[in-house]
Every structure is written in structure tokens, then in C-alpha cells.
């Protein structure tokens, strides 16, 4: 099964704003479910959001609603993750990870991980 890679971390100051991007085999995108997720230093994996096969979104952490959103691109082959406002608090290495159609809450049906893309939120 062919990786996602993610991109577009970096460093950026509070109140900023960064796009994530998720490219995904052209073969399994349409049917996938795409989820982002993040593991900031000492502290376990947490879901963010989720954009299903039919694109639904699911939010997994609420302290991301109103600033984070979650898009697919199915021409490109690419899921966005747009962060608005971004806080201290949202530095991670976020990950993307894909599963067939339905999003899940248990990061453990995700089967497919890319490497990671660090951000930064930092004066």
C-alpha cells in the first residue's frame, strides 16, 4: 500500500495560518477516508479531523473547531488541512493516515501513515 506524504509544516507566529497538505495514491483517494492527526513532544497521538469518502467531516479534537479545516481534492489527489489561528498549543508533528470510506475514532483503523510534517507556533 502506497504511503501518504504530507507537507506544508513550518514555522509560524500565534494567531497565524498554515494549509497541510495529504497527497494519496490516485487509486485509493476516491475511496478513502482521510484523517489528520497530531503527536506533540511527550504527549500522545490525538485525531484532529477526518473527511470521509463521501465528505463527511468528523472533528476529533474540540479545540481545533472554528480555526481547522478539512478539504479533499480529488483531481490532485490531495487533502488539505487548512489551520487558522494557530496557537502554542498546535505545535505537533501532524500526521495523515488514510482507511476505507468511514472515518474512525480509533486511530488504530487507520492503516495507511505518512511520515509527518512538523509545525511550529512560535514569537
Known amino acids: 500500500q502506497v504511503q501518504p506524504v504530507e507537507s506544508g509544516g513550518g514555522l509560524v507566529q500565534p494567531g497565524g495560518s498554515l494549509r497541510l497538505s495529504c497527497a494519496v495514491s490516485?487509486?485509493?483517494?476516491?475511496?478513502?477516508?482521510i484523517g489528520w492527526f497530531r503527536q506533540a513532544p511527550g504527549k500522545e497521538r490525538e485525531g484532529v479531523l477526518c473527511?470521509?469518502?463521501?465528505?463527511?467531516?468528523?472533528y476529533y479534537a474540540d479545540s481545533v473547531k472554528g480555526r481547522f479545516t478539512i478539504s479533499r481534492d480529488n483531481a490532485n489527489n490531495t487533502v488539505y488541512l487548512r489551520m487558522n489561528s494557530l496557537k502554542p498549543e498546535d505545535t505537533a508533528v501532524y500526521y495523515c493516515a488514510t482507511r476505507i470510506y468511514y472515518c474512525s475514532k480509533d486511530i488504530g483503523d487507520f492503516s495507511s501513515w505518512g511520515q509527518g510534517t512538523q509545525v511550529t507556533v512560535s514569537s
Open positions: 490516485r487509486f485509493t483517494l476516491p475511496y478513502s477516508a
Open positions: 473527511i470521509n469518502s463521501r465528505n463527511s467531516i468528523t
